[in-house]
């Protein structure tokens, strides 16, 4: 797909051994304590960025506030991906995802 620069997702990995005086700020939608794990893979499955560590308490979108991924592009540090679609030129390239993150 020309311009995307990964397939991106977030993934909640349960933390059997967490701390007790933690487990609160750590125990999302279940009742387990998980940490979660933001990837960005290429076409290749080549897995070239990972973010892990952050309270399973957050969703996805609270993830990519935090994510040195989305700071990247924003400071304008993101790879150059210049590409043609339909006669429109395009100079930034883009995650493909699930379908819930902000445009």
Excluded at 4 to 9: F, Y
Excluded at 20 to 39: F, Q
Aim: aromatic share 14%; with cysteine; net charge neutral.
């Amino acid at each position: 797909w020309p311009g995307m620069l990964g397939s991106l997702d977030c993934m909640h990995w349960r933390w059997k051994n967490c701390p007790k005086t933690w487990h609160g700020m750590y125990c999302g939608k279940s009742r387990d304590a998980t940490i979660v794990l933001e990837a960005v893979a290429s076409q290749d499955t080549w897995i070239w960025h990972a973010f892990f560590g952050l309270p399973g308490t957050l969703n996805d979108i609270n993830i990519l506030n935090r994510s040195p991924l989305f700071k990247r592009l924003i400071s304008g540090d993101a790879p150059a991906c210049n590409y043609k679609i339909m006669d429109n030129e395009y100079s930034m390239g883009y995650y493909l995802t699930d379908g819930i993150y902000p445009e």
